[in-house]
């Protein structure tokens, strides 16, 4: 089930509501699980919601083992189940049709074969979200280990913190923090819901996705379906179109998860801080995707040493990390290249002091540039899409031919999404508890439309994640 | 204020929707009405100034249940009741011109709908049609059709989903007098009938009151009898084999029959899985084939290793889907397995009787 679809914004939301509105305590805590269950039933194959109450079941019992044992031996035994489990169902529901495929193209180089059988195997389908929950239960875990955090020993909250819906699918990529004592607030006083600014942001989302990043989605794909022989502006075209249509289908689903939370009194996390505002890569990341970002900042990056050791060791902490959160984003070699990419921006600017002193608007023209050059290695579909697609950019097949009208309403596209990254402010910082009369028409207006639109709309990116 | 304005604008959508879609049902009934009139031993002449594809609609809705029902492109058209040697009215011919995976979903889901589900579907499968890179759009008039199966379908997945079936049909309905396609639709429509021009489909409904004949008066033209399958006109039957060969080396070449810049479509992969999975879900039993080409074109095809390389990525994931489901393939690219000679063709890719008989009867024993 999406978010945007009618099946959640006329019959599963308004059910979940009425009925958590009159709930109170563990009754209440128990809906939003259910609720949450049923919404992920629904989100692929019913049997996506196994791995994830495994993962619930497993993780819950063993904080709380961890917590009541004092022995460092049985508590790193305890922490290497969960990271075993929780990892062994990512690598192998995620990554192990990549490895099976990279071993059946390396065997091929040797003149062998991989039995059929074997491959079949491997070829199972992606539950969706599951690299979302999987990571908020190993930082739980994690944080229970290091004495930071108590365990939970009220299990339908910990359900709750895992599966809770508006953040299941994709993100915010929740702490325990952040979500486990606001379940156990509302629990105690009821809902109090955010409607307004709730609503308005769910519209806001709505429309980010359906009238803009589905719109460039439309005019994108028919250029990027076939062999890539763009001329350079096609293939520029269509490189910022996709920078675009990603920005706002993820950011679109962050403002739709956060309204969403509002609507049950609860407050998600930022995830989105207007990234191609950004001066730097560093700060890129401290605007893209930041719960991710700040996930692999404190459990990966500092884990492996962080900023106190030596440079090198330290570029390597980074570009370890990058890649490793490159791969986080698809059983695919070309996102660990992505991530590569972002690694060794990060490094060059640690590198580069001259880089302070360009003026603000070429560091974020720079930032821009780098950043979007880097969606190629995320949008192809291989290495040699990729290739070609660099080539096209850098003018091998002609730097301009007769434009169509679908070019040209990609263009203005385009120009459109830059001013509004560029000018608007971001949504989080939008007086939504105030508006005026006509920002408010004018955003009923684009809820309307997306409502019309979305009936048959197409899935969010990061689903695949 | 927020809130007024977006259920005012919702609130006119609906309306003209719900208005369109009331005319539309009461069209269809006419159309359904006339459909009857088409009774065994007769022939629809002239039907190239209808609407195939609501023709078919419209039969399907109105024939008695078949036992074997055949769905596919042009090249399965001209099988016949009379060539499966089975009673009158248990054979129904659904193949259109250019039929695609999706229209195969719109008139399988009609006779879902009515509960008149055949023993054995027929389903022929043409190599293009999972080309990503060719073009094919007649279906596009029925994609909300489509989509509601395709959605229909993936929500089945869910635990209890598929004994809500009936019920999810109505929620499907619903959801169109809020879909902006057919909103689209439904404002050209009216706008037609309010400038006093006839509907949309209305050819269909006039055809068939007009156009009746017994099937022994057709004489050499082209027509559709009433278990769906076609009569050739003479012109097009009585061509000389040369003439025939050098049209297949022709069509070998050309862009609809070369699959040089075949790119697999995933997209309609996935409807055929869905569609294929919903009619063994049903107990039905399915039989699917590629079917030959002229000798002559298939002798150009498979020269080329990209041809080559197509067709064996259709018949590879054909092969795979009926051993998932139980179902029966044949890839009959190559006519020599069935075999078919050149005589037996009308052009490339289309054979004649006694080849399509051939084929028939090598699936169904």
Partial sequence: ?465 | MFGATVALLLAVVVAVNSLAAWDRLTHERRVRAAAVQLQPGQALLGYRDSDERRFQQARLEVVPRPRVVAFGSSRIMSASTAMLGVGSGEFYNAGLSGGTVEDFIVLWSVLERRGALPDTVVLAIDNWEFNRMHPQLRWLEWADEVSRFVDAGAASRAPFARALGPAMYRWYQLKELLSYSVFKASLSELRRLSRGRPRRGAEIFESLRRDLVPESDVAGRRALRADGSIMYERAYVDQTAEQVRSEAVRYAASFRGNLGDFQWDAERATRLELLWSDMRARGVRVVAYLPPYHPAAWAVLSRDPRNAAAVRATATFMTRLADRTGARFANFTDPASIPCVEEEFLDGSHSRDSCVERSLRRLLD
Avoid at chain 1, 19 to 27: H, K
Wanted: charged share 10%; hydrophobic share 50%; glycine share 8%.
């Fill in chain 1, 1 to 465: 089930m999406l978010f945007s679809s009618l099946e959640f914004l006329v019959l599963f939301m308004p059910l979940v509501l009425v009925v958590a509105l009159r709930l109170r305590g563990q009754p209440l805590l128990r809906w939003i699980a259910l609720a949450s269950v049923v919404f992920y039933a629904f989100a692929g194959h019913w049997w996506f919601i196994v791995p994830m109450l495994a993962t619930t079941m497993v993780d819950y019992w063993v904080a709380i083992y961890i917590e009541q044992e004092r022995r460092p031996g049985p508590r790193a035994w305890l922490l290497a189940l969960s990271l075993a489990g929780n990892l062994g169902m990512l690598a192998y529901f995620k990554y192990s049709g990549l490895f099976v495929r990279t071993a059946e193209q390396g065997l091929a180089l040797l003149g062998l074969d991989v039995p059929t059988a074997t491959v079949r195997w491997f070829e199972v389908v992606l539950p969706a979200g599951i690299s979302f929950y999987t990571f908020q239960t190993l930082s739980y875990i994690i944080d229970v280990w290091r004495g930071h955090t108590p365990a939970v020993r009220n299990f339908v909250q910990f359900a709750g913190f895992v599966s809770f819906f508006p953040h299941l699918v994709a993100g915010p990529l929740t702490r325990h923090h952040q979500l486990v004592p606001q379940l156990g607030r509302i629990a105690e006083t009821g809902i109090d819901p955010r409607w307004r600014a709730g609503i308005m942001l769910f519209s806001i989302g709505l429309a980010k996705k359906v009238l803009i990043a589905d719109r460039l989605g439309n005019l994108i794909d028919p250029l990027l379906g076939g062999p890539l022989e763009l001329d350079a502006a096609r293939a520029w075209l269509a490189l910022l179109g996709y920078a675009f249509q990603i920005y706002f289908d993820f950011s679109g689903y962050s403002d739709m998860a956060i309204g969403l939370g509002r609507l049950f009194g609860i407050e998600l996390p930022q995830n989105f801080n207007s990234p191609y505002k950004a001066v730097s890569p560093s700060d890129f990341w401290r605007r893209w995707h930041m719960t991710l970002s700040f996930w692999l900042r404190d459990y990966l990056y500092i884990t492996l040493g962080g900023n106190r050791c030596s440079p090198a060791r330290r570029r390597f902490n980074l570009m370890a990390t990058m890649v490793l959160g490159g791969l986080w984003h698809g059983a695919n070699w070309t996102f660990a290249a992505w991530g590569t990419w972002h690694g060794a921006l990060l490094v060059l600017h640690q590198s580069l002091p001259s880089w302070e002193r360009l003026s603000g608007v070429w560091q974020r023209n720079l930032t821009f540039l780098l950043v979007t050059l880097g969606w190629v290695f995320f949008r192809a579909e291989s290495f040699t899409q990729g290739g070609q697609w660099f080539a096209c950019l850098a003018g091998a097949h002609g730097v301009t031919a007769p434009w169509t009208t679908e070019t040209l309403a990609l263009a203005a596209l385009v120009v459109g999404c830059l001013a509004i990254v560029r000018a608007c402010p971001n949504s989080l910082e939008l007086p939504l508890d105030r508006l005026g009369a006509v920002p408010q028409i004018g955003l009923a207006a684009a809820t309307a439309t997306s409502v019309l639109l979305m009936n048959y709309g197409s899935k969010f990116l990061y689903f695949q994640f």
